[in-house]
């Protein structure tokens, strides 16, 4: 499998991998694996690797009408010694086939073929850790819903879990989320593909355009419109389902990491504010619900962050580095010394 490897669209040092997962009613079906691997230490053949981070597989999922392209994300991680994947999911970017319709599943449960199929081209599998590299799970948005519900799924399998802007509850909170699943369960039953009202104006798309300066995000359109994409019955039955999952608790046994802006805003009419807040969700009750991820879950609010934390303005992102590093660092970058029983008594 290391021989199909193939220069990535998002040029040097990235690699994609196209990994088959059968059929379904729409023609074959895939997902794409990108990497960029560590460069060696200097001198590492020698003396060994010593950085922080050089022990560490990280593997990355996207969130809803996304796809990866965050090269400066890929760095973070890459500059510490770790190697860094990210995970195109079926029907989405790289992935995307024609024929297809972008982003459809009804279930989220079968992204673990997904998770599973890349696992198993980073050279892991589900329940063997003996490679001796520690697994990092980071998704955004829908891919940190997607990430939580297996890592709770697969105890153990991973080492911690970072999420970023995490799509945890409905933006209509819990109490409209319990009225409105068994209408579209419903309809997700009958009309699986019908799509679903939505109002975006392209305002998350500009804002985070504007975070730059005003320069274009450097994405393929296809597959990142400026404008979501739609939104179909059984999709979105699939994401209830997973928000009252998390809603009962996840008991994620990993460390958890929860990274969101500080404020929400309505994207109903353009403005400055919207470059500087979540005009996707409500974090504070995205914040809520994070707490019934596990009982190791760390919150961290970034003021002035974008939906996206890492395509904020300048200031936010520096600030939402600094505190990603402080936690990876204090969890997985030093060699811990076992506590004994009573130690500190």
Not at 148 to 162: F, K, M, Q, T
Not at 163 to 173: I, V, Y
Not at 250 to 276: F, G, M, N, Y
Not at 301 to 310: K, N, S, V, Y
């Amino acid at each position: 499998m290391v021989d199909q490897w193939q220069p990535d669209v998002l040029g040097e040092p990235f690699e994609q991998l196209t990994l088959p997962l059968g059929e379904d009613d729409q023609g074959p079906v895939v997902a794409t694996l990108v990497r960029s691997r560590a460069h060696a230490a200097p001198l590492g053949g020698i003396f060994g690797d010593h950085r922080s981070l050089h022990d560490i597989d990280v593997l990355y999922v996207h969130g809803w009408s996304d796809y990866f392209f965050q090269r400066s994300l890929a760095a973070y991680w890459t500059d510490r010694g770790a190697d860094f994947y990210a995970l195109d999911l079926r029907k989405y970017g790289r992935s995307l086939r024609p024929g297809q319709t972008p982003g459809y599943i009804t279930n989220l449960a079968t992204y673990d073929e997904d998770i599973a199929a890349a696992l198993a081209a980073m050279g892991r599998t589900i329940d063997d850790s003996s490679n001796g590299r520690r697994l990092v799970l980071l998704g955004h948005s829908t891919g940190g819903l997607v990430l939580s519900l297996w890592a709770a799924g697969h105890p153990g399998a991973s080492d911690a879990l970072i999420l970023n802007s995490p799509w945890l509850e409905f933006q209509l909170n819990a109490v409209a989320r319990t009225a409105v699943a068994p209408m579209v369960g419903l309809q997700a039953r009958l009309r699986p593909l019908d799509t679903l009202p939505q109002v975006d104006f392209g305002f998350y798309t500009r804002a985070q355009r504007e975070a730059r300066g005003g320069e274009d995000l450097d994405v393929n359109l296809e597959w990142r419109p400026e404008q979501t994409m739609a939104v179909h019955a059984g999709w979105l039955s699939a994401i209830l389902a997973g928000h009252t999952r998390v809603a009962a608790g996840l008991h994620i046994q990993e460390p958890v990491c929860v990274l969101l802006s500080e404020k929400s805003a309505v994207p109903s009419r353009w403005s400055d504010e919207l470059t500087r807040a979540d005009t996707v969700l409500v974090v504070d009750d995205i914040a809520r619900a994070s707490l019934r991820l596990g009982s190791s879950v760390t919150v961290e609010r970034i003021p002035g962050a974008l939906h996206d934390i890492f395509l904020s303005r300048p200031d936010a992102r520096d600030i939402a580095y600094e505190r990603l590093d402080r936690w990876v660092m204090g969890c997985l970058g030093t060699k811990r010394l076992p506590v004994s029983p009573g130690q500190y008594a």
